[in-house]
């Protein structure tokens, strides 16, 4: 059996919702410093953000939800920042976690967790395992995540469990993963302006789509992300095959 992180090359259509959808947040600081404000209030506004985008991927039948809330380059951003950010990501997630529990969604950082400060960390183990029951939406936060640092993370696991080459494919580095049974985003969705990937999910965003929203992260709504499944129903996903090839096995 194939795990869940290789292509199923014989699911060529996007009609139906895609099981995972993995968001960039990006644009808290523009937002802010356009309305003459300090970047951190950037940030805190970009909470509601969270919690509208939560509602709209259990609303639309999402079942995974990964969000990018802090990369392991963001820890080159000022240290008043950075503080400030780790100490939101606590506050938010002890006035969140009770809500979240309620609405069935489970929630789990991956990344490269040891750096955060302890009060983080323990604020994400009691988040954890208050929404550990749920069973309609699993929210991973990626915290101190880069794509690069989980391959290399992989490539160590390999290693130290002795994985021989020859029995090396992508369904074991698959399962090396940070997030193992989670499967790849069908559809990722980038806010902020930017056109890029930002080390995100590396491994995971092989036959992704792409849905660039045009509003900073702050102000996006359900309607946004709505807006997004809608344009990722028009795509025609066709991993590699050819059009025609396609149209037969729809047909
Ligand atoms: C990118 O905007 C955003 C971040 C680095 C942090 C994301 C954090 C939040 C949305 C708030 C809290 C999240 C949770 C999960 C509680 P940026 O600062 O790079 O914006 P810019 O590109 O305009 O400078």
């Known amino acids: 059996m194939s795990s869940p992180q290789s292509i199923d090359s014989s699911e060529t259509s996007s009609q139906r919702t895609p099981a995972h959808v993995a968001i960039i947040m990006d644009g808290n600081g523009r937002w802010a410093e356009e309305r003459g404000m300090d970047r951190m209030s950037g940030h805190a506004y970009g909470v509601e953000a969270v919690r509208a985008t939560v509602r709209a991927a259990m609303q639309c039948g999402v079942r995974h939800l990964t969000m990018y809330a802090f990369s392991t380059e963001n820890w080159n951003r000022p240290s008043a920042e950075v503080d400030a950010l780790m100490d939101l990501l606590v506050r938010s997630l002890a006035a969140e976690a009770d809500e979240l529990a309620g609405q069935g969604v489970r929630l789990r950082a991956m990344g490269s967790l040891d750096r955060l400060p302890e009060g983080c960390r323990e604020a994400l183990a009691g988040a954890e395992t208050k929404t550990s029951a749920g069973d309609k939406l699993d929210l991973t936060l990626a915290l101190s995540y ?6 290399v993370e992989a490539f160590r696991k390999a290693l130290v469990s002795g994985v021989a080459p ?9 399962q090396l993963l940070a997030m193992p049974n989670l499967p790849d985003p069908e559809l990722l969705i980038r806010t902020g302006g930017e056109q890029r990937i930002s080390n995100f999910l590396l491994w995971q965003i092989a036959y992704t789509e792409f849905h660039f929203a045009p509003v900073f992260w702050p102000d996006f709504r359900e309607s946004h992300f709505e807006q997004a499944i809608e344009q990722f129903h028009s795509r025609q996903r066709r991993f ?3 059009g025609q090839q396609i149209q037969r096995t729809s047909s």
């Open 240 to 242: 590699g095959k050819t």
């Open 166 to 174: 020859g029995d090396v494919d992508e369904d074991t580095i698959g």
């Open 146 to 151: 880069s794509g690069r640092w989980e391959i």
